[in-house]
């Protein structure tokens, strides 16, 4: 099995020093070039990792940038150092985000016929268009019960796995994106959902197996996957929002799958007008 990417480590003194010495080293930057970066001095750096000297609020966060912390591990950052969160976790049906939502919903209708979905850090569906429920298609029930989550949907041998012509390649894919998520984020659920999927079985004979393909240049690696007897082809496009000032907003994505040869254009625009 893939050995998992273990992210910065926990370290068991939970001070604001280590957790900062961990996610740099998770970066890979030196003191030195952290201490350039933030405005700075090694020696101040070194003395904020060992616990000699309490960094600012603002220090905190500037360091936190210039590492790439997610939202939400800057808050435990702020926490760790004393201070209170600055990031709110706002729950995405308060009525606070009511503008946002309506904003995603208009967005991935937009898209249609093309599939497109919302989801969050742990791959939790929120929305998705008519493209995406043509995908789901006669996929069991028990998956499709909420919270539904595309990695499941996906890589689950009842889902739409046995219908993905270049399954081994789209699994992979997906797989290695979890990895560097985790790298990127200390989410023990995250992990979990990887450990769950990776151990999905995989189905054999996948539709159009051993099947002459036409040649197309594809741009990036495509999604083939089998919808009524044709084989459509997709590539995914996923999008974040900009300098997010709210834990749950940071951690949404909004996933478009466009379609990657002219037959797979042909074909959705046939089934929408």
């Known amino acids: 099995m893939t050995t998992l990417p273990s992210g910065p480590a926990a370290p068991a003194d939970r001070g604001v020093g280590p957790l900062l010495r961990a996610w740099r080293e998770q970066r890979r930057v030196s003191q030195l070039e952290l201490a350039l970066q933030a405005g700075s001095s090694a020696r101040h750096i070194s003395?904020?990792?060992?616990?000699?000297?309490?960094?600012?609020?603002?220090?905190?966060?500037?360091l936190a940038e210039h590492?790439?912390?997610?939202?939400?591990?800057?808050?435990?950052?702020l926490l760790a150092a004393g201070y209170a969160p600055r990031y709110?976790?706002?729950?995405l049906d308060d009525p606070a985000?009511?503008?946002?939502?309506a904003g995603m919903e208009r967005l991935i209708q937009g898209y249609e016929p093309y599939p497109a979905?919302?989801?969050?850090?742990?791959?939790?569906?929120?929305?998705?268009?008519?493209?995406?429920?043509?995908?789901?298609?006669g996929?069991?029930?028990?998956?499709?019960?909420?919270?539904?989550?595309?990695?499941?949907?996906?890589?689950?041998?009842?889902?739409?796995?046995?219908?993905?012509?270049?399954?081994?390649?789209?699994?992979?894919?997906?797989?290695?994106q979890m990895e560097r998520q985790i790298a990127l984020r200390r989410s023990e659920p995250l992990r979990r959902l990887y450990e769950e999927v990776a151990a999905y079985p995989v189905p054999k004979g996948a539709p159009g197996d051993g099947a002459p393909e036409e040649p197309v240049a594809y741009f990036a690696l495509p999604m083939r996957i089998e919808h009524e007897g044709r084989v459509l082809s997709f590539t995914s496009s996923i999008a974040t929002f900009n300098t997010p000032m709210d834990v749950t907003v940071a951690e949404l994505a909004i996933e478009t799958l466009l379609p990657a040869d002219p037959a797979t254009v042909k074909y959705l625009q046939s089934l929408s007008s």
């Open 139 to 176: 996929i069991p029930g028990h998956l499709l019960e909420p919270p539904l989550n595309a990695m499941r949907l996906t890589l689950h041998p009842e889902g739409l796995a046995p219908r993905i012509v270049n399954l081994p390649e789209w699994r992979g894919h997906l797989l290695a």
């Open 117 to 137: 979905l919302v989801v969050d850090a742990l791959y939790d569906v929120h929305a998705a268009n008519r493209g995406v429920l043509m995908l789901l298609d």
């Open 47 to 62: 003395f904020v990792e060992t616990g000699r000297s309490r960094p600012s609020e603002e220090m905190v966060l500037r």
């Open 97 to 101: 985000l009511d503008a946002l939502r």
């Open 88 to 91: 709110p976790e706002t729950p």
């Open 67 to 77: 590492l790439d912390v997610p939202v939400r591990e800057r808050n435990a950052l």
